[in-house]
Structure formats: C-alpha cells, structure tokens
C-alpha cells in the first residue's frame, strides 16, 4: 500500500524560504510521477510543481522562480524548495504520486504552511 508523508511545514515570515519534504512508502518515486499541490482555506487544491519519472519538472505560473521540485532516490523523497515565500503562499502543501502502472493517484494528509509576519 502506497503511503506519502509531507513535513517541513511551519510558520515563515515573508522573504522566508522552507523546503518540504515527502517520503513515500510502497512505491518508488523514481518510477512515479510526483507532485506538490496546495489548498489555501476556501480554495480549490491546486498544482505547485510535479516530476516526471524520466526528471521533467513543471510549475505553476505564481511559483516559477520561487520553487524546485526534487527527488533523493536513496531516501524515496521529494522535496519542494520554496523560496521568498509571499503570504498568498500559505496553504496546506500536498504531495501526490501517480502510479505509472495504475494511473491511481495517491495523496499525503499535508502539511501546513503559513507566511505571516
């Protein structure tokens, strides 16, 4: 049974950087596809970055340039380097795998984000 695990989250203050981290049981990372999504309260869960098996990573538009995804291998983690964080960057953060031999997709419980001063 495939289980993912975020951490990394807390509270940041604007300008601030985290780097979220999700260890996946059940299933390698390197053979998935993996993203990092995030809902704010009242809002939809929407995309933040994803890699591919083969390493092509995306991003939403609000984070070019601010985040990169990662993996470790060895240690079957992904990571979101999330760096001068704003405000509207405060969200619980979630990691999600999709099975490259299902096409079932797999979500963390996630971890809380907040940018506030």
């Known amino acids: 049974q495939v289980q993912l695990v975020e951490s990394g989250g807390g509270l940041v203050q604007p300008g601030g950087s985290l780097r979220l981290s999700c260890v996946a049981s059940?299933?390698?990372?390197?053979?998935?596809?993996m993203g990092w999504y995030r809902q704010a309260p009242g809002k939809e869960r929407d995309l933040v970055a994803q890699?591919?098996?083969?390493?092509?990573?995306n991003y939403a538009d609000s984070v070019k340039g601010r985040c990169t995804i990662s993996r470790d291998n060895a240690k079957n983690t992904v990571y979101l380097q999330m760096n001068s964080l704003k405000p509207e960057d405060t969200a619980v953060y979630y990691c999600?795998?999709?099975?490259?031999?299902?096409?079932?997709?797999?979500w963390g419980k996630g971890t809380l984000v907040t940018v506030s001063s």
């Open positions: 059940g299933s390698i990372v390197s053979s998935n596809a």
């Open positions: 890699i591919t098996s083969g390493g092509s990573t």
């Open positions: 999600k795998l999709t099975s490259w031999f299902t096409g079932m997709d797999y």
